[in-house]
């Protein structure tokens, strides 16, 4: 994934008709899911790291905007468009520019959305 291609990604994100991908560039962005992410940790059950508290939740955004300035991180806020509300987070991580290879890590909170939680 090339600089331009993460720079689209900033101004234009991903969208269908169901859900929209806004490009994480500040943790401001993501203070719409912190309260549910730090008052439902059962829904953390399968996430890549503890971000249980405040701190560790800051800690684990932080390093995924390093990652977007370093450009092999492309971390996205997931908004549900039928239900109107945050579904969570993604992000394209190990990007290599090497190899022009990319995966897909999820942070869901699809269940609560959907009121499964």
């Known amino acids: 994934m090339k600089a331009k291609d993460i720079q689209y990604l900033i101004d234009n994100g991903l969208e269908d ?25 059962e829904l953390l059950t399968y996430s890549p790291s503890d971000i249980s508290t ?3 939740f800051e800690a684990y955004f932080s390093k995924a905007l390093t990652g977007l300035t370093n450009g092999d991180i492309v971390p996205f806020l997931i908004f ?11 992000r394209f991580g190990n990007i290599s520019q090497l190899i022009s290879d990319l995966k ?14």
Request: hydrophobic residues 40%; charged residues 25%.
């Open 17 to 41: 008709d169901r859900v929209k991908l806004s490009v994480i560039q500040s943790i401001e962005d993501v203070r719409p899911i912190q309260e549910i992410a730090l008052s439902e940790p």
């Open 54 to 56: 405040v701190s560790l």
């Open 80 to 90: 549900d468009k039928s239900a109107k509300q945050y579904a969570g987070t993604s």
């Open 104 to 117: 897909l890590v999820g942070l869901g909170l699809e269940n609560y959305i959907n009121g499964q939680a």
